[in-house]
């Protein structure tokens, strides 16, 4: 079979650059909104419950997210709000989500690196987290937050108090990924479609573990391998493309998100 990188016809997809702020912004907006919809097909909406942030390129203080009360089924770009570090909206129609800012806020600032963050209450996410257990490397897929994901192991009722955010923040750390006890998950990337497809991944995750553990004794990838996988599965760039084709596929199917 001939060498494939060496075919100079093909098209391989790679992280974009941008030649504005403007252009950026509008980039990392989109996404968030593909983001939402993905989220509401794939049923991790629960009433009000959830949000998906973007830090903006130029106000590195201020974020991206999505209004409180619209479902996510319904978020186009221009619903988007635009947040500072106070919670003030300072571009949008509508109010925010005063859980949304306690979170994000905290993680936004903790973690400079993160340009997306996601949570939901999604099932199988607030399932597992409702055990107080980690994910184990008991597929490769969930290889991808082997040594790369931490437990916050405390509940106090709805964050509604940044301190309560800074707490998350603390616990999540430099990981990819926090499971919030008795609550959901919590994802971060370097791209919002890193951050997002982290969220898609670590609900499945959660999913095939509650499966599996229900059915009988699992089987542990051993941790060299893990580590290995890890590798091939858990890094910044593998999270990004994953999320291309769920991209394509959802613009291709709602186009009406990126008005």
């Not at 055990?131 to 897929?141: K, M, R, S, V």
């Not at 229900?214 to 941790?223: E, Q």
């Amino acid at each position: 079979m001939a060498d494939l990188k060496n075919r100079a016809d093909l098209i391989w997809r790679v992280p974009p650059t941008f030649d504005s702020l403007d252009a950026e912004r509008l980039h990392r907006k989109q996404r968030l909104a593909a983001g939402f919809r993905l989220f509401s097909k794939m049923g991790f909406e629960e009433g009000v419950a959830g949000h998906i942030t973007a830090r903006d390129p130029e106000l590195a203080d201020h974020f991206w997210v999505n209004p409180f009360a619209m479902p996510f089924a319904h978020i186009k770009v221009s619903d988007l709000l635009l947040v500072n570090h106070n919670g003030d909206v300072v571009e949008g129609r509508y109010p925010v989500n005063a859980a949304a800012f306690a979170i994000h806020s905290q993680v936004h600032q903790a973690r400079p690196d993160a340009v997306g963050a996601a949570h939901s209450h999604s099932i199988y996410g607030k399932s597992l987290s409702a055990l107080g257990e980690h994910l184990e490397p008991i597929t490769q897929d969930v290889c991808a937050f082997y040594e790369d994901h931490s437990l916050f192991d405390d509940y106090t009722g709805v964050v509604l108090d940044v301190e309560e955010g800074k707490r998350i923040a603390h616990a999540l750390g430099d990981s990819k990924a926090v499971i919030l006890r008795n609550h959901g998950l919590l994802t971060v990337g370097q791209t919002v479609d890193s951050a997002i497809w982290w969220f898609i991944t670590m609900e499945r995750s959660c999913q095939a573990q509650l499966l599996a553990k229900a059915a009988g004794r699992v089987v542990h990838i051993d941790p060299e391998q893990a580590r290995l996988t890890y590798q091939q599965v858990g890094s910044e760039l593998a999270g990004w493309f994953q999320f291309q084709p769920l991209y394509d596929r959802i613009v291709a199917e709602q186009p009406d998100l990126l008005d």
